[in-house]
């Protein structure tokens, strides 16, 4: 069974910065594709990055440039992080972590908890 936390998450104001945490645990765990989806009030959920096991990273086209993502692997656990950076107002949302099985689609996706991002001033 996996198993994600999500932490890091907090007020910003534009243009600051924030990394977030996600640990994922479970048999395997390591050749999991992760990553982060976002969702704010009153939208659907919407992907933000991906990370594979091979460390290949791809951006959404509203966070390129701004947003790292990155993983360090150890047994039966993986640490994603999201390094967002020029915040702006619009990144305000519930940041989902997630995780799935290599070469499976994204109904085998696990979720945390999320955790909040607000970007005010």
């Known amino acids: 069974q996996v198993q994600i936390v999500e932490s890091g998450g907090g007020l910003v104001q534009p243009g600051g910065s924030l990394r977030l945490s996600c640990s994922v645990t479970?048999?395997?765990?390591?050749?999991?594709?992760v990553g982060w989806f976002r969702q704010a009030p009153g939208d659907q959920r919407r992907w933000v990055s991906t990370?594979?096991?091979?460390?290949?990273?791809?951006?959404a086209e509203s966070v390129k440039g701004r947003f790292t993502v990155s993983r360090d692997n150890a047994k039966n656990m993986v640490i994603v992080y999201l390094q967002m950076t020029n915040l702006k107002p619009e990144d305000t949302a519930r940041y989902f972590c997630?995780?799935?099985?290599?070469?499976?689609?994204?109904?085998?996706?696990?979720w945390g908890q999320g955790t909040q991002v607000t970007v005010s001033s």
């Open positions: 990370i594979t096991d091979d460390a290949n990273g791809e951006y």
């Open positions: 997630f995780g799935r099985p290599k070469y499976s689609d994204g109904s085998h996706r696990s």
């Open positions: 479970g048999s395997d765990i390591i050749t999991y594709t």
